[in-house]
């Protein structure tokens, strides 16, 4: 066992990043440049505080009610849990013939009748059951919870849920002055349990297909669903396209200064414009504009 160790040239990816290969809307492109990045994204957000305080409070009240009643508050007694089970703040476990660290923190890790562990992941979200969209990727994220846990010693996981706290906001639309107390609002949430089958051998593949991905040399074709990319490439040619034509009548500033001036404000006018142009179709009304461009340069600068 290799407690908190992460070894030098060692991949560190968690059980919710690796769900994401699970996804439908999963891109080879993308998963490649975010494994570059060590999943640091640019531009990232930090999750919104209301939820981070949310997701500390679900934690803090099924661990209150336990050490007050001695058992598990009545939403989550169908998951057999006779009480909360320390653990490590961050387990990692080194993956020698992967060259990968795994990385993870579960929500809450309960001890069951037979001795046996049950670990859960809180939502602080609707419940959709089997529709979900994210539900592969979070049976990813406790199947690896539960490795971590059993590569401590910890004990033998044998079940996992999701625990969904959900508000009931909605119900209240004709009525919203219920909500209101003497200081604020109250929002009611109510609870439901999804359990998630382990499947140990998943975990396994999802490893292996990572340090595959990490191994290439260039990202992979991006998926078919996302035009992003496509888009992205179309507008760097356009900017290059500008760029050189700037490039090239600089080259010519000293023949007649005013005239570069207008050509240069011109470029810039129409750089700027391309900014502003609505997604849809944008691409064929900036090829327009820069036609409209070259064919406007006086005659003496045939481009
Ligand atoms: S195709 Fe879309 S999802 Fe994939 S890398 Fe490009 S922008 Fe990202």
């Not at 795994?102 to 529709?131: I, N, Q, R, W």
């Not at 900017?239 to 500033?253: A, G, M, N």
């Not at 007649?256 to 391309?274: G, Q």
């Not at 142009?277 to 064929?284: H, P, Q, V």
Request: charged fraction near 25%; aromatic fraction near 10%; glycine fraction near 6%.
């Amino acid at each position: 066992m290799n407690q908190q160790s992460e070894k030098p040239g060692y991949l560190r990816v968690s059980p919710r990043h690796l769900g994401q290969m699970r996804l439908a809307t999963f891109c080879p492109s993308c998963f490649w440049y975010a494994i570059a990045l060590g999943f640091r994204y640019p531009f990232d957000m930090p999750m919104p505080g209301i939820m981070h305080n949310l997701d500390k409070f679900e934690k803090l009240l099924v661990e209150a009610y336990f050490n007050k009643h001695g058992k598990a508050p009545k939403w989550l007694s169908q998951l057999g849990c006779t009480g909360p089970v320390d653990f490590p703040e961050k387990m990692t476990e080194d993956i020698s013939n992967l060259g990968i660290t795994l990385v993870g923190m579960p929500d809450g890790v309960f001890k069951k009748k037979d001795g046996s562990l049950c670990v859960v992941d809180y939502k602080t979200a609707k419940h959709k059951g089997e529709d979900d969209p994210f539900l592969p990727a979070y049976q990813t994220q406790l199947q690896g919870y539960a490795r971590l846990l059993e590569h401590y010693e910890i004990g033998q996981v044998t079940s996992a849920a999701l625990v969904y706290f959900q508000n009931d906001l909605s119900s209240y639309a004709a009525k919203p002055l219920d909500l209101l107390t003497d200081t604020g609002i109250t929002v009611p949430f109510t609870v439901e349990i999804h359990n998630i089958e382990l499947d140990p051998k998943a975990i396994d593949e999802l490893l292996k297909k990572f340090r595959k991905f990490a191994d290439l040399p260039a990202p992979p074709e991006g998926s078919e669903k996302c035009k992003t990319c496509q888009r992205l490439d179309r507008l760097f040619q356009v900017e290059h396209r500008l760029l050189s034509t700037q490039k090239i009548i600089k080259d010519f500033e000293n023949c007649d200064t005013a005239r570069m001036h207008w050509i240069l404000n011109r470029k810039e006018a129409s750089r700027r414009s391309s900014l502003v142009l609505e997604s849809r179709g944008w691409e064929a009304e900036l090829d327009e504009l820069l036609v409209q461009d070259l064919d406007s340069v006086p005659g003496s600068l045939d481009l």
